[in-house]
């Protein structure tokens, strides 16, 4: 067998063509040795430097002639520094010169990169450790440019590899531009691709695998089509820190990430024949564990955590452009930032640094993407949210659940939304809605429930110093919004339990149980608020005059700040005031709101007055104070109509009706309030004190009607004192100068009513109008015009026109005249009416008529007794009375004047009678008798009723000038008063 087969050999041997071919194997292996293993060695260095400018470093490159494949070990780029650029530990390129005759392309069998290392790195100095390369390039192309290829683009270079493998030790990024140098790797990559052709159009299988740090990977596989220009497969990134994707780019944010793992995954297909067209199916995106924050320690803008955001069944797609999201869930959210003015935490913490201050630019030519969320949820989170505008008020949001289905952001559709949260521990918020993300337009349902009322402290802080010391808000509202913007709203709801109590103070001031609204409508549009009805329940207020006589008001209002500024704040300010005044100008005048209550109304309401200037202290409540208020409106030509009733200390009833307009530049007001049986008792401090009487006992009963037009003030009241007793006498510099005693007497009938009619008027457009002084001053008015003609009001309680205030007689005669008995008589019945009153009689004389009358009444008696006359021959002065005169003249011894008549004759005689000086004044006392007598015997008016007043002294002016007797009243409980005598 063996000699048979070195038979054979040794034949082909002897054949030529066998033998040719060896000699040119051999000559081959020869040309392999000696010049293409030598070229390849030293041909690598010098293509790489001659096209990048730098040495390559590489160990003996091998060339196997059997299996044509070439091998180089060890390479390495070095940057000036001595450290590579990059290096590889080998690289292998095997030819299939059999399969390259085959399908008369180039073919590769095998293709592989081994252990390749990369590191470009961005310098302190900002440039790049590869920028020598770059400038290389760049000078070679400026010496020696070339045209570009005309290449026909639908063909592509015929080339074949079987197998390529490539593995990647480590690809490494390095900046130190900053002052924390930001160094990162991608490690461990493994990457295959079979069969690749850029002649055959079936797609080629790939696979990429890589390490990425804490445990991070990349995978990547799929099919690959040169020639189709296609490739289509799956992607995943799982667990991926993002730490050093924050540390890349820290420099341009405002947050700090601390920690966040990401997982991507989807399957993609990618065209790029004509246009690039991409596609993605089926994507998942989860991450997990994350948590950043912003800001100083002691001024956190955002601290945030998050258990985990899911994105499940994404899809995208170049060509529609759309992006859809299947579900959306983000769990463990916990969230603290803040708010103030209109700057927030959460926008400062991620807006770039490089965009601080500007608006991102759009371009519109570029149709947007359309985003559609089929459905997205937050689940269980928590927010802490400190408002700047609420005095830093903490919101705490616990157990948040927000949903939202349909997020379309072309607008086909609006998404639905609903939220729900707790606030605070006490508070409740849901909210349930639509809204178009594309005409922004939306209508949303809320409700909130027990939400504290001392949220609002701070607003009311810079004007008046109240604390809300309780009370809670309830409301639900549906809110209309277009363009982003709340339109309408309408709202029903109400705040209970409210008390407010002054700064520093230990009572409340104000307090309700209940303040409804319903079906209350804010239209943002046409400025207008319509309320059907308002209701308020058990309120309760205060209002109280210190010993200092200021009120509690007063005191809730802070002092306005001093305006006195330095010279260049003084500046600063005129600049600044001059430019709010050139824009005022500029722009037009703001439309005003219209405002409409159809009703308001008012139930068990409580009115509580405490008056600490007087002593005792003054003390009143209006209490169930309860009645409507229609119409309403800010509408001037429709007043507003109300009436409601109460009572005083819960016994004496109160009644307030009337009509208002207080939306008019001078407020209109007629408004009619009625107390009856107000006990005044009560009210001893204010008579003591204004009046300079206390008050033992009485019950009032008032109707005041109050009008307000065009900033005057009139009012008409009407007041009712029954069984009214004052007490002690009581000196205060504020009391008023009236004989109080005298006018209630005059004022006070048979049954111990007083009835008094007080008008008021003012302009409270004066600056020193002052109602109180204006109400004060009307009453001292009254009682004075009462005190000083009360014989006026005696005769008009009668129906009487005479002036009582007097008795007249004739001369030198005490006897009551008809005219004077007709007086008494209306005097008696106006006593009746007035039990109160005492008369005092004060008789008087004329020192001229009453003296001749007196003589006149002693010539009288001489002739009725002596000569027999009567009172007829008297009167007649006739014949006898003649004779009768004339034989008395004779008596006197007179020197004759036989020139005189009879009449001159008694005239004579009449001068010639002697009256005693106490006889004036024993006429003006009997007068006053008389007067007195008929009072009391014909009239049957109580002795002591009646009292005469001796006291004449006629050196004062007009004491002795008149035949009357004067009557002067005063009450029972006085001595002695005089409406003149005050």
Same mark, same amino acid.
Request: proline share 4%; hydrophobic share 40%.
């Given at each position: ?61 091998? *060339? ?20 590579? +650029? ?17 399908? !008369? ?69 390095? &900046? ?19 069969? !690749? ?76 024949? $004509? ?15 994350? #948590? ?17 955001? $899911? ?67 937050? %689940? ?14 903490? !919101?705490?949001?616990?157990? +948040? ?137 058990? !309120? ?12 509690? +008001? ?49 139930? #068990? ?19 169930? *104070? ?20 109460? &009572?005083?200390?819960?016994?004496? /009833? ?84 009236? /004989? ?44 004075? @015009? ?7 009001? +005696? ?5 009487? @026109? ?20 007709? #007086?008494? %008589? ?103 008798? %008389? ?17 005469? %007043? ?33």
């Amino acid at each position: 067998m063996k000699a048979s087969v070195g038979a054979l050999l040794m034949q082909l041997w002897q054949q030529r063509a066998v033998t040719l071919l060896f000699r040119v194997y051999a000559i081959y292996l020869v040309v392999c040795i000696l010049v293409v293993l030598p070229l390849l060695n030293w041909g690598a260095g010098a293509i790489y430097q001659q096209q990048i400018g730098r040495i390559l470093h590489y160990d003996l490159i091998h *060339f196997n002639p059997f299996t044509l494949a070439i091998t180089a070990r060890n390479i390495q780029d070095n940057n000036s520094d001595g450290n590579p +650029l990059w290096s590889a530990r080998r690289i292998h390129i095997d030819l299939s010169l059999l399969q390259t005759m085959i399908h !008369f392309a180039p073919t590769l069998d095998e293709v592989e990169l081994d252990g390749l290392w990369l590191h470009p790195q961005k310098l302190a100095n900002h440039t790049w450790n590869f920028d020598d390369i770059r400038q290389y390039r760049a000078a070679q192309a400026a010496a020696n440019p070339t045209p570009a290829p005309v290449t026909d683009e639908s063909e592509l270079p015929a080339l074949i590899i079987n197998h390529t493998r490539v593995t990647i030790e480590s690809l490494q990024f390095t &900046d130190s531009t900053s002052a924390e140098p930001f160094h990162t790797s991608l490690d461990n990559i493994q990457f295959e691709l079979q069969n !690749f052709s850029t002649l055959a159009d079936e797609n080629q299988p790939y696979q990429l695998q890589a390490a990425m740090g804490d445990g991070g990977e990349l995978i990547w596989k799929g099919n690959l089509s040169i020639k189709g220009a296609r490739s289509q497969g799956e992607l995943a990134l799982n667990n991926i820190n993002l730490q050093p994707v924050w540390k890349y780019f820290k420099s341009q944010l405002n947050f700090t990430l601390q920690k966040a793992h990401l997982n991507l995954e989807g399957q993609y297909q990618l065209r790029w024949k $004509k246009d690039l067209i991409w596609s993605l199916e089926q994507g998942q995106l989860v991450m997990a564990n994350s #948590k950043l924050r912003s800001g100083k320690a002691s001024a956190r803008d955002v601290e945030m955590s998050l258990g985990e955001l $899911k994105l499940s069944g994404i899809s995208a797609a170049s060509q529609t452009q759309q992006l859809a999201v299947a579900d959306v869930q983000v769990n463990g959210l916990q969230l603290s930032s803040w708010s103030q003015g209109g700057n927030t935490g959460l926008a400062r913490a991620f807006i770039l640094k490089s965009m601080a201050g500007d608006a991102p630019a759009v371009d519109a030519s570029n149709t947007p993407w359309v985003v559609m969320v089929n459905k997205f949820a937050l %689940n269980d989170a928590a927010v802490d949210w400190r408002a700047g505008d609420l005095d830093q008020h903490l !919101f705490k949001a616990r157990q +948040l659940n927000l949903t939202a289905a349909n997020i379309d952001t072309s607008g086909a559709s609006a998404m639905t939304i609903q939220l729900a949260t707790s606030i605070d521990e006490s508070a409740q918020l849901d909210l349930a809605g639509e809204f178009n993300l594309a005409s922004r337009d939306g209508q949303f349902a809320t409700e909130l429930t027990a939400l504290p009322a001392a949220i609002a402290q701070p607003l009311l802080t810079p004007y008046v110093r109240v604390d809300i010391v309780n009370g809670q808000l309830h409301t639900k509202a549906d809110v209309q919004v277009r363009d982003a913007t709340p339109t309408q709203i309408k709202s029903s709801g109400s705040i209970t339990d409210i008390k407010l109590r002054p700064t520093a103070a230990a009572q409340e001031l104000l307090t309700w149980s209940s303040l409804k609204w319903s079906d209350a409508q804010l239209d943002l549009t046409t400025q207008q608020v319509e309320v059907p009805l308002l209701e308020l329940s058990g !309120f309760d207020s205060r209002f109280v005059i210190t010993k200092e006589g200021k009120t509690n +008001l007063q005191a809730l209002f802070p002092e306005p700040p001093n305006t006195t500024a330095t010279p260049d704040v003084a500046a600063q300010n005129g600049s600044i005031h001059s430019s709010i005044d050139s824009l005022t100008r500029a722009r037009e005048p703001a439309a005003p709101w219209h405002f409409n209550l159809h009703k308001f109304v008012l139930d #068990k309401a409580s009115f509580r007055f405490n008056d600490e200037t007087l002593t005792p202290n003054f003390t009143a409540a209006v209490q169930n *104070f309860s009645g409507t208020m229609t119409g309403l409106s800010s509408d001037t030509s429709k007043p507003a109509l109300f009436k409601f009733h109460g &009572d005083v200390d819960g016994y004496a /009833p109160v009644n307030l009706q009337g009509k208002t307009q207080p939306f008019l530049t001078q407020p209109l007001l007629d408004a009619r309030l009625d107390f009856e049986n107000l006990d005044l008792g009560g009210f001893s401090g204010y008579s003591s004190t204004y009046a300079g009487w206390r008050i033992e006992r009485g019950l009032l009963t008032a109707n005041l009607h109050y009008r307000l037009n065009k900033g005057l003030i009139q009012g008409d009241n009407h007041i009712e004192m029954d069984q009214l007793q004052l007490g002690e006498r009581v000196d205060d510099a504020k009391a008023m100068d009236v /004989p109080l005693r005298l006018a209630l007497a005059l004022l006070t009938d048979e049954n111990g009513l007083a009835t008094l009619d007080i008008g008021v008027r003012g302009n409270q457009n004066d600056p020193g109008f002052d109602i109180g002084k204006v109400i004060r001053q009307a009453v001292r008015n009254s009682l004075v @015009k009462i005190v000083k003609s009360p014989f006026t009001l +005696l005769a008009k309680l009668v129906g009487s @026109k005479e002036d009582l205030g007097y008795l007249p007689f004739n001369s030198g005669s005490s006897q009551l005249l008809t005219t004077a008995t007709r #007086k008494l %008589n209306a005097l008696q019945q106006a006593l009746k009416k007035r039990p109160e009153l005492r008369i005092e009689l004060r008789g008087s004389y004329d020192q001229n008529t009453d003296l001749r009358g007196l003589r006149l009444a002693q010539v009288k008696q001489v002739l009725l007794e002596e000569h027999g006359l009567e009172n007829k021959d008297i009167k007649a002065q006739n014949e006898r009375w003649q004779k009768a005169v004339l034989a008395e003249y004779r008596k006197l011894g007179l020197k004759s004047d036989t020139g005189l008549n009879p009449v001159q004759v008694h005239e004579q005689w009449l001068q010639t009678v002697v009256i005693a000086p106490e006889a004036l004044i024993q006429l003006a006392a009997q007068r006053s008798i %008389n007067a007195k007598q008929f009072l009391v015997q014909q009239l049957k008016v109580d002795n002591s009723r009646v009292l005469i %007043n001796s006291n004449l002294d006629c050196s004062q002016a007009d004491a002795c000038g008149r035949r009357i007797v004067k009557l002067d009243l005063s009450d029972l409980n006085q001595t002695l008063s005089t409406a003149t005598d005050r």
